[in-house]
């Protein structure tokens, strides 16, 4: 992922800048948003290599070192395929798991949950974590070092032609160059684009801007580089970068270089695609056409079967309206006349406890009475959650120390004890096994290997998983593996160069059902593994089999006793499914039927497939694994000895991130000019910002009119701090004292603390020297040592859509005083609360409410202001003030356009998700008990997004006292979201 966060660190400085410089009376507007919280108190080193500073913990020294390999084997690669050398030293940034990486200060941004890594300009930094899978930790360090390469290969083509600035490739080119410059073509890329061919949704490169930011976008634009690396040459890539100074658009230089226009390519990559993928149809069909759909709506993974008393149930994970929830449904098929009904077991992404759910990585299973295990993101670390289905309660929660993240879960036949996946701190995937009688926890296995979906045989004995721990496991390969419980021994049930993923047994021990892109298409298909009539050593029957005659039927011989380290080489593997889009997490339904997670018309959906035994025997084609040459595992190289340069600990080293300088002309206030600094450590961790500019009108001002603050924000601990020193001196106006003059010089404290990613508690404090001059309503100078001391508690757990929030709740509560110290010349109380509720009626249609409450009480009391397109609609700006204040507002928002295109001969835009708003405002301000009544306003409006960071809206209505409307109409159009 190619992160350019100038925009967010330069809007995050200032929005500081701002809060600590702030009147505190004067604060109306509440900063909501999630939390970024700083669980873990990371020790971090240096390891420095021939090109790379590569910042880690000392947990994951082993892994810090493979990366380091990974890095350099990465930077000689592309070094060549850029023809260029970098000449900074790169600095990478390690977490051993996703979850550490989310707590990253490097960008001020959340990071969800499908982000690999990231690598921003600022500083040239790349961050990147692991998952557990080292091929997977060295894919993404390429990806992002071409990103690196890129960036430094672009901007020394500019700066040697003059151009300072230059064009730069559009994020299709710049992420589907990282794409094939980092990995092969594979089953992923592979079932996007195939999909979209045979559903006739492929977006032509003329297009492109039409799925801008999508994953299809990234699949896309691998899939171009792809085609004009084969008909093309490889070289035409490098030289749309070598030639980009030429032009202004990206798209004269792809014409230049490939000979050919957007529209021109489109017809023969289109053709091409169609000629590839519409023959497949001949012998593979879409799972609709072959299986029952049971889950359509939304997106939908990890199906887990429920046989309970009141019939067949299927549990699984789900997104349908922004939130990822756990759901139940009758295991029945979908028709047009019957609505799918679903019951919601666990509602996630609202909050600590359930925070995420890992969608797409880890299983969920139900025992045989009931008891559905799954695991979840809850503070700190992954915990394993116990759900009793009959009694709809979370019986028990499980949380380690030292295990990060916690997936596929699944309960032995007796329903005893729970075999799981647990990612460690030092970045390790290994299987544990939980005993529920006296909640101990053993570890099978302990090593590098990425050991992932393990499923209990049906007597309890066996553990089947998938693994990388092969022999062609350096070649991204997964296999199937079966550990024997009671020797603690491990088999191959699978061999060779594919990628065989999540294993589950049938109910009768005979077969092993698995996801695989074995087949030539590289499609992700359904497999079975035929265990049950292997013995040890070698059967005569299967050996006869191999050899063109009949194997013996399931259950002419008898069930093994024992695993032999040759008895992967009996294993029949036979294809259950052929279909033209990918399949996976299958599921057994009792022996003869398997649900399945499906992809197609790019969508996620849960279907169930009949007669399994019967496709198993009549399978036409019989796979057997090939004789393995050695048994030895992968091993992984890591750079050590002269390679590394030197092992340091970290320390902060502060250098300048932005220099921003502005000089604005008012036509009242005159002539403004100032700048803003901004220095931070390489981790982000501790910030400094300096801001200064002078309001003068003339020479013997300049001193008086000098203004400034400076200040530090630290990141890096659970607990985040703030201060500042600032004087601001200038002429101000306000509707309370009109025109006036302040010096104010002082500083102020804030802390937060964040309870968990939703809930936050703020305390700020400020002292401050006032010198105020009021002549102008006849009072020469007000003088005041004003100290200033507020707590809050903020909870967000709202999801938003293009122009604001959609789904969740929003509230903050505030109390404080403001005390003059020295002169007793202000001494008040503020309240301030204000609570938002987003409600869906629909999967598009949204019920807003907002009610706010304000309260200064006391001696210099300030006053608050309603009006405008923030609050209430129809009336001016601030014309609304006083001490108190009561609002709120309500709107239905509903799609009004979903998509919008605009394209110009040079240019082409797109708006998605133009909304429309019926809206009713109420509310006023008012001194003491002078209460007025309310005011209002009512009327509809559309919003769009401009560009993903500007939300355009437009707001038309009529006024009211609640007595009489407006006989006009109002027209406001204004910038901002939603509230």
Not at 443 to 452: E, H
Not at 736 to 758: A, H, K, M, N, W
């Amino acid at each position: 992922m190619f992160s350019r966060t100038l925009p967010k660190t330069v809007s995050f400085a200032l929005a500081t800048i701002v809060l600590l410089s702030a009147v505190p009376a004067g604060a109306q507007f509440f900063h909501f948003g999630r939390n970024k919280v700083q669980y873990t108190d990371f020790r971090w080193q240096i390891l420095k290599t021939q090109h790379f500073d590569i910042y880690y913990y000392p947990e994951m020294q082993e892994l810090a070192e493979r990366g380091a390999y990974y890095a350099e084997e990465s930077y000689a690669y592309l070094e060549n395929k850029f023809n260029f050398t970098i000449n900074r030293r790169i600095p990478l940034i390690f977490y051993s798991s996703h979850l550490h990486f989310q707590q990253t200060n490097v960008t001020p941004g959340h990071i969800p949950e499908g982000v690999g890594g990231f690598f921003e300009f600022l500083k040239g930094r790349v961050v990147i974590p692991s998952n557990g899978s080292l091929n997977q930790f060295r894919k993404v360090i390429q990806h992002e070092l071409v990103h690196v390469f890129m960036h430094a290969k672009i901007y020394f083509v500019s700066k040697e032609h003059g151009r300072y600035e230059g064009s730069f490739p559009p994020l299709w080119f710049v992420e589907g160059l990282a794409e094939i410059w980092s990995s092969e073509w594979d089953s992923q890329a592979e079932m996007v684009i195939k999909d979209a061919v045979l559903h006739n949704y492929i977006v032509p490169l003329s297009q492109m801007y039409t799925i801008y930011g999508t994953f299809t976008m990234y699949k896309e634009g691998q899939a171009i580089l792809e085609y004009i690396a084969e008909k093309y040459g490889e070289e035409k890539i490098l030289l749309l970068l070598e030639n980009i100074w030429k032009y202004g658009n990206f798209s004269q230089v792809f014409q230049e270089v490939i000979g050919k226009n957007y529209e021109e390519f489109d017809k023969e990559w289109l053709y091409y695609l169609q000629k590839k993928y519409y023959p497949q149809l001949k012998d593979n069909d879409f799972s609709r056409m072959i299986a029952r759909t049971l889950v359509k709506e939304g997106y939908n993974f990890k199906p887990a079967y429920y046989a309970s008393p009141e019939g067949d149930r299927l549990v699984f994970v789900g997104n349908r309206t922004g939130y990822s929830n756990i759901y139940m449904t009758e295991a029945l098929d979908t028709r047009p006349h019957r609505h799918e009904r679903l019951k919601t077991l666990v509602k996630g992404d609202r909050s600590s406890d359930f925070e995420t759910f890992h969608i797409f990585s880890s299983k969920i299973d139900v025992s045989a009475d009931g008891r559905l295990a799954f695991s979840s993101k809850s503070g700190e670390n992954d915990a394993l959650y116990i759900y009793d289905i009959p009694a709809e309660d979370i019986i028990r929660k499980y949380q380690w120390d030292d295990i990060v993240g916690i997936s596929s879960p699944n309960f032995s036949p007796d329903g005893q004890r729970v075999v799981f996946s647990g990612l460690n701190f030092n970045g390790n995937k290994d299987l544990y096994i939980l005993e529920l009688k006296n909640d101990q926890l053993l570890q099978l296995t302990n090593d590098f290997y990425d050991d992932s979906s393990p499923c209990f045989s049906p007597d309890g004995k066996l553990v089947a998983f998938s693994s990388d721990r092969t022999t062609f496991g350096a070649e991204w390969c997964y296999n199937i593996f079966v550990y024997d419980l009671q020797t603690n021994l491990t088999y191959y049930v699978t061999a060779g160069r594919h990628q065989d993923f999540t294993p589950v047994w049938s109910p009768d021990g005979n077969f092993i059902a698995f996801t695989s892109d074995r087949d030539s298409l590289k499609s992700l298909n359904i497999w079975a593994a035929d265990v049950s009539n292997f013995r040890q050593g070698e059967i005569p029957g299967y050996l006869a089999a191999r050899n063109g005659n009949p194997a013996p039927k399931a259950g002419e011989a008898s069930q093994t006793q024992t695993w032999g380290e040759d008895s992967y080489l009996t294993i029949p593997i036979k294809q259950i499914t052929r279909f033209a889009n990918a399949a996976f997490d299958p599921e057994w339904m009792g022996d003869d039927a398997l649900a399945f997670a499906v992809y197609e018309n790019n969508s996620f959906e849960i279907r169930k497939l009949d007669n399994v035994q019967e496709r198993i025997a009549g399978a036409a084609e019989i796979e057997f694994n090939s004789s393995l040459m050695s048994n030895a595992h992968w091993k992984p190289p890591q750079l050590h000895g002269e390679k590394v340069l030197a092992k340091l600990e970290y320390k902060k080293d502060y250098q300048l991130d932005i220099a921003q300088t502005q000089v604005s002309q008012d036509p009242f206030w005159g002539t403004t000019g100032g700048a803003m600094l901004a220095f931070t450590d390489l981790l982000g961790n501790d910030q400094y910002y300096i801001l200064v500019y002078n309001n003068a009108q003339s020479r013997s001002d300049f001193l008086k009119s000098m203004n400034f603050a400076i200040s530090k924000v630290s990141l890096g601990k659970r607990t985040k701090y703030a201060y500042s020193i600032f004087r601001f001196s200038g002429r101000y106006f306000n509707y309370q004292d009109d025109y006036y003059y302040e010096d104010r010089v002082g500083g102020l404290f804030t802390i937060s603390y964040p309870f968990s990613f939703f809930k936050r508690f703020d305390f700020n404090t400020s002292l401050s020297y006032s010198d105020k001059d009021l002549s102008l309503v006849g009072v020469q100078r007000r003088f005041a040592l004003l100290t200033s001391n507020f707590i809050s508690f903020v909870h967000d757990n709202s999801i938003w859509s293009y122009t604001g929030p959609v789904e969740g709740r929003r509230y903050t509560f505030s109390i404080g005083n403001t005390y003059d110290i020295r002169f007793s010349n202000v001494n008040y109380w503020t309240f301030l609360a204000d609570f938002r509720n987003y409600q869906r009626l629909g999967k598009k249609v949204t019920y807003a409410a907002r009610v706010m409450a304000l309260l200064n009480d006391g001696k210099e009391a300030r006053w608050f202001y309603l009006g405008g397109s923030w609050d209430m609609r129809g009336y001016r700006r601030w014309s609304l003030r006083g001490e108190k204040i009561f609002f709120t507002s309500h709107e239905l928002r509903f799609p009004f356009i979903e998509y919008l295109g605009i394209k110009f001969p040079i240019l082409a835009m797109g708006f998605p998700g133009i909304r429309g708003a019926i809206f009713f405002d109420a509310g006023n301000a008012w001194n003491g008990n002078r209460y007025n009544g309310l005011l209002g306003s009512a009327g509809f409006g559309a919003r769009f997004n401009f560009g993903g960071f500007l939300v355009l809206r437009l707001d038309v209505g009529k006024t009211t006292d609640f007595e009489r409307v407006s006989r006009s109409w109002f027209t406001q159009f204004f910038f901002g979201w939603d509230f």
